[in-house]
């Protein structure tokens, strides 16, 4: 299917998954069969991280220090914090959201005004803790069990098995991911089932119609639970 027949205006690709089921794989692959742009919510906040003034903010709310000798966020010292305690993982969320909201909102702001059949694959590990998956037109689920998503992500970042089942705990259960999407997508067989799998999702893909931001997503600082 030629992306180029697509109508015109804002179309938003949500991606879900457990932890450790390649979601940002899919999404990389979605944006680039679509010609699509993703945002990528980890990278969004990666940004943020560099910021002192966001890094002052988090000691200030958490009442601890965040920063290592040099001034840069200590990234274990932050996830053992937040991933061992909920209320501390609420108030990091609570001073990093606004700022990913709002970069997203500009960004999807950006492609409507483009003209163009413009898609946005958003790659956000809370989408429906968030309320994002509200402003999708489709959302995929990608399917790995989860003692398989365990042995990946531990060897990929280090993990013991414990830190893959408390960042399992902070998100919403597998299961009701895969209830929640539009469609499915199977990520145990290997890239090329991978890519059959999403050249077939593209083509239902092209059966969406556009939806302007105004009606997904007013402001950036407003909740999109509120449009419901």
Excluded at 9 to 30: E, R
Excluded at 105 to 125: C, F, N, Q, R, Y
Aim: charged fraction near 25%; proline fraction near 6%.
């Amino acid at each position: 299917m030629d992306v180029e027949s697509f109508r015109a205006g804002l179309h938003v690709v949500g991606v879900t998954g457990g932890v450790g089921a390649g979601k940002s794989t899919v999404a990389k692959a979605l944006a680039e069969a679509l010609h699509g742009t993703l945002l990528d919510a980890d990278a969004i906040v990666a940004e943020l991280y560099k910021d002192p003034q966001v890094l002052s903010s988090l000691e200030l709310t958490l009442d601890s220090p965040i920063r290592d000798s040099t001034g840069k966020l200590d990234r274990p010292a932050l996830g053992q914090l937040i991933f061992a305690n909920p209320e501390a993982r609420g108030l990091v969320e609570s001073v990093l959201h606004p700022g990913v909201r709002k970069k997203m909102w500009e960004t999807l702001h950006e492609m409507e005004k483009s003209g163009t059949a413009a898609w946005a694959i958003l790659d956000v590990p809370l989408l429906l803790e968030g309320g994002l998956d509200l402003l999708c037109d489709f959302v995929v689920h990608v399917s790995v069990p989860a003692a398989e998503r365990c042995a990946r992500a531990c060897a990929r970042h280090g993990w013991g098995p414990e830190t893959w089942e408390a960042r399992e705990r902070a998100q919403i259960p597998e299961a009701e991911k895969a209830a929640r999407a539009d469609g499915m997508l199977d990520n145990r067989a290997g890239r090329d089932s991978l890519q059959a799998q999403i050249r077939d999702l593209v083509l239902k893909l092209h059966c969406l119609p556009p939806r302007p931001l105004q009606e997904r997503w007013p402001t950036w600082d407003q909740d999109p639970l509120a449009q419901q």
